[in-house]
Each structure stands twice: as structure tokens, then as C-alpha cells.
């Protein structure tokens, strides 16, 4: 049973980086491109990029000045860095897995819980 | 990038009625389209993708239809676990996923 599970602190400054880490259990890294999606309260899902295990990623051109992400297969994990954070970046953050591997375009079949960031000082 | 628009953003029924939710794109995504649940405080969960195939465990009173530009998901007869907010999203265009902005069902 595949399991991910987002990790990372729960408040952030402004003008910092929120930086997060999505473990994955009950699957290797190294078959999908994994994807980070964020909803802010209250409002719809916004998909943030993707990575895939030999580092190839593609991220949304409205974030993609802000955003890094990395993968460690050692570990089994990958990690999102959101730079320069305003009040518009609390959310919940989610880490998901597309249906199949190896497919870059594809509906999300398996997410993590989320983790809540706030941004505020 | 290409719009989902859905409609309506909130949906009054009673349980044991049939609901029908729309989704509109901005131009063609063929097939490739999902449909997830989210209820409160949860992650979504996939119910439909390629624009009809129920995900693993989906029941059959979920059905979705439609190709290109317009697609419907219908909830034959609502049960009470099925009253949730119901997304969208396109898989087909590039460089982005797009998600549309929620449908609200709620209880009549």
C-alpha cells in the first residue's frame, strides 16, 4: 500500500522559504514523476510542478521563479522549496502520485494528507 | 493555460437524488480529464479519470461523461457520504495540470 506523508515546519516568515519534504512508503521513487499541489483555505487546487527520480522537473510557469524541487532516492523522498513567501502562499500542501509511471501528464491517485503552512510573522 | 470552469459552485440535493455537475475547458482535452472528492479536512480522492473509468473501490453511481471541452460527472442516487466538494482537472495540456473550481454538493 503506497503511502506519502508530507513533513515540514507550519509557519514561515515572509520573505523566507518554505521548504517541505514528502516521503514515500510502500513504492520506489524511481517509477513516477511526483507532484506537489497546494490549496489555499477555503479555495480550489493549484498543481505547483512536478519531479521525477532522475531530477527532471517542470513546475508551474505562474511559480516557477520561487520553486525548486529535489529528489534523494536514497531515501526515498522528494522536497519542495518555495522561496520569497508571502501571505498568498498559506495553504495546504499536498505531495501526489500520478495513476501511472513513467507518465508525466496524468490524474493523481494516490496524495498525502497535506500539511498546513501558514506564512505570517 | 487551459481554464476548467465548473458549474454550479453549489449544488442543493436531497438524498436519493440524482446530481449532475459540470465542467468546462477552454479548449480540447480529449479524454484526458478526472473527476476527485474532497470532503472536509481531507486530501481529494480520484474518482474518475480518462474523462469515464471509476478509479479502484469507486461505486457505480458515479459516472462521468464527455470529451473535448464539455464533460459531466452524475451521482445516481446520493448517499449521505457522498456530499462533498467535486473537482476537475485536465491532464492533457502542457506545460500545466489544471484543476477547475469546485462543485459543492450539498444536503437540500
Known amino acids: 500500500q503506497v503511502q506519502l506523508q508530507e513533513s515540514g515546519p507550519g509557519l514561515v516568515k515572509p520573505s523566507e522559504t518554505l521548504s517541505l519534504t514528502c516521503t514515500v512508503s510502500?513504492?520506489?521513487?524511481?517509477?513516477?514523476?511526483w507532484s506537489w499541489i497546494r490549496q489555499p483555505p477555503g479555495k480550489g487546487l493549484e498543481w505547483i510542478g512536478y519531479?521525477?527520480?532522475?531530477?527532471?522537473?517542470n513546475y508551474n510557469p505562474s511559480l516557477k521563479s520561487r520553486v525548486t524541487m529535489s529528489v534523494d532516492t536514497s531515501k526515498n523522498q522528494f522536497s519542495l522549496k518555495l522561496s520569497s513567501v508571502t501571505a498568498a502562499d498559506t495553504a495546504v500542501y499536498y505531495c501526489?502520485?500520478?495513476?501511472?509511471?513513467?507518465?508525466?501528464?496524468?490524474?493523481?491517485?494516490?496524495w498525502g494528507q497535506g500539511t498546513i503552512v501558514t506564512v505570517s510573522s | 493555460e487551459i481554464v476548467m470552469t465548473q458549474s454550479p459552485a453549489t449544488l442543493s440535493v436531497s438524498p436519493g437524488e440524482r446530481a449532475t455537475l459540470s465542467c468546462r475547458a477552454s479548449?480540447?482535452?480529449?479524454?484526458?480529464l478526472a473527476w476527485y472528492q474532497q470532503k472536509p479536512g481531507q486530501a481529494p480522492r480520484l474518482l474518475i479519470y480518462?474523462?469515464?473509468t471509476r478509479a479502484t473501490g469507486i461505486p457505480a453511481r458515479f459516472t462521468g461523461s464527455g470529451s473535448g471541452t464539455e464533460f459531466t460527472l452524475t451521482i445516481s442516487s446520493l448517499q449521505s457520504e457522498d456530499f462533498a466538494v467535486y473537482y476537475c482537472?485536465?491532464?492533457?495540456?502542457?506545460?500545466?495540470?489544471?484543476f477547475g473550481g469546485g462543485t459543492k454538493v450539498e444536503i437540500k
Open positions: 480518462d474523462a469515464s
Open positions: 519531479i521525477y527520480y532522475s531530477g527532471s522537473t
Open positions: 482537472q485536465q491532464y492533457n495540456g502542457w506545460p500545466t495540470p489544471t
Open positions: 501526489a502520485r500520478p495513476r501511472r509511471d513513467a507518465f508525466s501528464r496524468d490524474a493523481f491517485d494516490i
Open positions: 479548449q480540447s482535452v480529449s479524454s484526458n
Open positions: 510502500g513504492d520506489s521513487i524511481s517509477r513516477y514523476y
